[in-house]
């Protein structure tokens, strides 16, 4: 059974522009979950998708959306990024709130 | 303050010894995960948790729900155990969001 995908894997950005990126859940997992991580937070919830609802949602400003597909795939979007949303993004799949995680290789966004 | 809680941030083992980490959390939760970072970023979740103790392998996780802590135990360490664990809880006084302890970066020397 193929893994959680992320595209893309890196990627460079500049201030004030806009990234998409995109997560593909293990077949059979209807729900995604996102997460950033930097060196000095650590790792945040950014939110969590079941059947193309938005189940929850972290703290994060309204520049950080996402939605999923019918296939499940997921994505987020960051408009007018800053500096500080450079960071590693990760997405894991998982059948239901009950079950193991399965997290993806993520995106390491470097905004410039 | 942080919801959740990890200790130590640091820890440094020879070849073959016990390892502990801890988490504790500071409201119900409805799960919580253990995962493990190795150095380029890939996550592994290891347990997940909602009551008592589970095992796999050389790894051993336990919760205490009524003192609200979790401990993750490593036997007979090894430096392929090198890696960054962090637990992560479900609070329940958030919807069931999400929250992670700060990591314990672990190094095993041979």
């Known amino acids: 059974k193929a893994g959680v995908t992320q595209t893309p894997r890196y990627l460079i950005k500049t201030r004030g522009q806009q990234v998409t990126l995109s997560c593909s859940p293990i077949?059979?997992?209807?729900?995604v979950s996102w997460y950033q991580q930097t060196p000095g937070q650590g790792l945040q919830f950014l939110f969590e998708?079941?059947?193309?609802?938005?189940?929850n949602k972290g703290n994060f400003p309204g520049r950080f959306s996402g939605r999923q597909f019918s296939n499940s795939r997921s994505e987020m979007n960051v408009s007018t990024l800053e500096l500080g949303d450079s960071a590693l993004y990760l997405c894991a799949s998982f059948i239901g709130p009950a079950d193991t995680q399965y997290f993806g290789p993520g995106t390491r966004l470097t905004v410039l | 303050k942080n919801e959740v809680e990890q200790s130590p941030q640091n820890l440094t083992a020879q070849e073959g010894e016990f390892i502990t980490i801890n988490c504790s959390y500071s409201v119900g939760i409805s799960a919580l995960h253990w995962l493990q970072q190795h150095p380029g970023g890939g996550i592994v979740s290891l347990f997940m948790?909602?009551?008592g103790k589970k095992k796999h392998g050389r790894l051993i996780a336990t919760i205490n729900i009524q003192e609200k802590h979790s401990s993750l135990h490593i036997t007979a360490s090894h430096p392929r155990d090198s890696a960054v664990y962090i637990c992560a809880a479900r609070l329940t006084n958030t919807g069931n969001q999400f929250y992670f302890g700060t990591g314990t970066s672990l190094t095993v020397i041979p």
């Open positions: 077949s059979g997992h209807r729900s």
């Open positions: 948790l909602s009551s």
């Open positions: 998708y079941f059947s193309e609802t938005q189940r």
